[in-house]
C-alpha cells in the first residue's frame, strides 16, 4: 500500500498544503514580535484590523448566508448577532466570548426549528 493511494491521502494534502505554510509564518511571528510592546501603534492597528475583519465576515455571513446557515430565518440570524455584540461588551470586549455566544444562539436556534 503506497501512502498517496491510502485513505490518508487528503490528510497528508491538508497538513502539506494548508496547516504548514500558515504553520510557518506564525512561528515567524512568535519570533519577531517578541519584544514588540502590546500598545504599539502598529499591534493597535493589526488588532483593529482583525478586528474588522471579523466583522465583516459576521455582517456576510448574517445577511447573505450560505448553505445551511440560509435555512435559518433573518431574524434568529440578527437576533445571534445581536446577542454575540452584547456579550462582547458585557465580557470586558472579549471577541471570543461575543463569538461563542452568537455560535449558540445560531445553534440553538437551528435545533429549536428543527433544521437539519
Same mark, same amino acid.
Given at each position: 500500500?503506497?501512502?498517496?493511494?491510502?485513505?490518508?491521502?487528503?490528510?497528508?494534502?491538508?497538513?502539506?498544503?494548508?496547516?504548514?505554510?500558515?504553520?510557518?509564518?506564525?512561528?515567524?511571528?512568535?519570533?519577531? &514580535?517578541?519584544? %514588540?510592546?502590546?500598545?504599539?501603534?502598529?499591534? +493597535?492597528?493589526? $488588532?483593529? #484590523?482583525?478586528?474588522?475583519? @471579523? /466583522? !465583516?465576515?459576521?455582517?456576510?455571513?448574517?445577511?447573505?448566508?450560505?448553505?445551511?446557515?440560509?435555512?435559518?430565518?433573518?431574524?434568529?440570524?440578527? &437576533?445571534?448577532? %445581536?446577542?454575540?455584540?452584547?456579550?462582547?461588551? +458585557?465580557?470586558? $470586549?472579549? #471577541?471570543?466570548?461575543?463569538? @461563542? /455566544? !452568537?455560535?449558540?444562539?445560531?445553534?440553538?436556534?437551528?435545533?429549536?426549528?428543527?433544521?437539519?
Amino acid at each position: 500500500m503506497t501512502l498517496f493511494g491510502s485513505d490518508l491521502t487528503p490528510y497528508i494534502a491538508l497538513i502539506l498544503v494548508g496547516f504548514l505554510p500558515s504553520e510557518i509564518w506564525r512561528w515567524m511571528a512568535l519570533v519577531v &514580535g517578541r519584544g %514588540l510592546d502590546e500598545n504599539s501603534e502598529i499591534l +493597535i492597528w493589526v $488588532r483593529a #484590523v482583525a478586528t474588522a475583519t @471579523l /466583522a !465583516a465576515v459576521v455582517a456576510k455571513l448574517a445577511f447573505f448566508p450560505g448553505g445551511a446557515l440560509a435555512s435559518l430565518p433573518l431574524g434568529w440570524r440578527i &437576533g445571534a448577532f %445581536l446577542a454575540g455584540v452584547a456579550v462582547y461588551w +458585557i465580557g470586558r $470586549r472579549s #471577541v471570543l466570548f461575543g463569538v @461563542l /455566544a !452568537a455560535e449558540l444562539v445560531i445553534v440553538g436556534g437551528a435545533f429549536w426549528l428543527g433544521l437539519k
